[in-house]
């Protein structure tokens, strides 16, 4: 599977309903042989194969189309089934509710993983910090 962009979340990004800027967008680790992306999923509700507590995207970079963070996210103390992508999503704090924005299996330093109970830490496109591109 290829990185890709929810279907639902680009209807809500035409239609207004999604603004990354000022919404909550969190991270989260996903074992591939739990869950397997389908453009059809919504909601957050939809992942399974969830490892560690999912993290903040901080700070969140807007240029040229792209949603970007530079920062390297860390995922404190994680153990678990082993890492091959991450699920990006608008948290609202209740898992039907939050929608899904991207998958992403390739482009990210310091994937696939297996947790070892240490912190596990992940960096966006290195050069550019880049998550993805509309």
Known sequence: MANAIYLKAKEQFLQGGINLASSTVRVALVDTATYTYSSAHEFYSSVSGVVGAPQIITPKLFANGTFA???TLTF???SGASVEALV???D???PATSRLIAYLDTGVTGL???PNG????LVFA???GAIFTL
């Not at 240490?118 to 830490?121: F, L, P, V, Y």
């Open 88 to 90: 990006i999503y608008v």
């Open 92 to 94: 609202t704090g209740t």
């Open 69 to 71: 963070c530079t920062a």
């Open 118 to 121: 240490n912190d596990i830490t």
């Open 112 to 114: 696939p993983v297996t």
């Open 126 to 128: 290195p050069s550019t």
């Open 76 to 78: 404190p103390l994680v």
